[in-house]
């Protein structure tokens, strides 16, 4: 189909095929790339968040726990807020009243927690794990699936670097009355300076990340469809304009030429119509031109020299046709009749004269 296509048809439907090619390349890197950016940028804001956590633990650490510190033996009733890890969980529960983070789910998942609410499931014990084997590790990050549905995580090392807070998780002799009460004397102790005792991890439902990515690829693809569309367009307008409509006249010259269905004016004609322009160009459409244009004119001083010949050879031949009707006469009866008499009455009037 395509080699009994016009020069603008196959140069749109190759195109066309480029394009579609393109298309399908771009779309695959696009994707990957955009789930990479995607990924990228969650995965920055969840170590925004995990910074702001910090910062929460740090402050109750530092402030709230120094204040509160020479009461912790004679009050009666435990105060959660007290402990890093429940004012940041707490923190946190606020932060997802925004819509922007109502989907986001934070751990401070520990093997041997406090409060059994941040007990390390397996997947996250294996986090713990890969920390611990690995301590220049500092994040890690990927996908999971819990009850159905896909998350994204991100999680960082967790370990006691504050002394003060070992107070709390070293025996239960040394941690204060009211916690041994309300968390009892089975979990949560144990602890060591710097040890990584668990892992800071954020979740975010992988729906949001896959939707980022395919709003973003749509809006890129549609952008890309729409310039080389407007490129294909831009592209075969110009390539008729400056290709396929000055070498449709020479097309229909050549075939003319080589049909011998052409004379000197039609070609006088074109030369004067379509060369006169093309010739002036400097590309190689300006060559072929100015090659058409001597073959033009070679037509037509070719026409004329014909022209010249024949009407000698018609010159020629009339007076070769009159000499031969000139003998034929001559040599007729008749006219050896009328000669004989013209030379008789020549005689008899010179006699007559003597």
Request: aromatic residues 10%; proline residues 3%; hydrophobic residues 35%.
């Amino acid at each position: 189909m395509i080699s009994n296509s016009k020069l603008a048809n196959k140069f749109t439907i190759l195109l066309s095929l480029v394009f579609i090619g393109a298309i399908i390349f771009s779309s695959l890197a696009l994707s990957k790339a955009l789930e990479y950016t995607a990924e990228n940028e969650i995965n920055y804001r969840a170590q925004v968040l995990i910074q702001m956590v910090n910062s929460v633990r740090n402050y109750t650490s530092n402030n709230v726990i120094k204040l509160l510190k020479p009461y912790e033996k004679t009050q009666e009733r435990f105060v959660p807020e007290t402990i890093p890890s429940y004012a940041a969980r707490q923190v946190f529960e606020n932060l997802r009243t925004k819509k922007e983070y109502e989907n986001y789910l934070y751990k401070d998942a520990t093997l041997n927690p406090t409060n059994l609410q941040d007990q390390a499931d397996d997947f996250e014990t294996s986090l713990i794990e890969n920390f611990r084997k690995q301590p220049s590790l500092q994040t890690q990050s990927g996908f999971r699936t819990t009850f159905g549905e896909q998350l994204y995580y991100t999680a960082r090392p967790f370990s006691i670097k504050n002394p003060q807070c070992l107070s709390c998780h070293t025996t239960p002799e040394m941690a204060p009355k009211s916690l041994v009460e309300t968390y009892g004397t089975e979990h949560g102790f144990g602890w060591k300076l710097n040890e990584i005792l668990g892992t800071q991890i954020i979740y975010v439902p992988a729906s949001q990340v896959f939707e980022n990515v395919h709003n973003n690829f749509s809006l890129f693809i549609s952008i890309f469809i729409g310039i080389f569309t407007l490129v294909i367009i831009l592209i075969n307008y110009l390539l008729k304009r400056n290709v396929i409509q000055p070498i449709k006249p020479m097309a229909q010259l050549a075939q003319k030429i080589s049909t011998d269905t052409i004379d000197s004016d039609e070609a006088k004609e074109f030369e004067i119509k379509s060369l006169t322009v093309l010739v002036k160009r400097t590309d190689e459409l300006g060559q072929l031109g100015r090659v058409f244009q001597k073959m033009v004119r070679e037509v037509y001083e070719r026409e004329q020299r014909l022209k010249q010949q024949v009407q000698e050879l018609r010159v020629k031949i009339d007076e070769t046709k009159m000499a031969r009707q000139v003998d034929e006469i001559s040599r007729s009866e008749y006219f050896q009749k009328l000669r004989q008499e013209a030379k008789n009455i020549r005689n008899q009037w010179s006699e007559s004269n003597e």
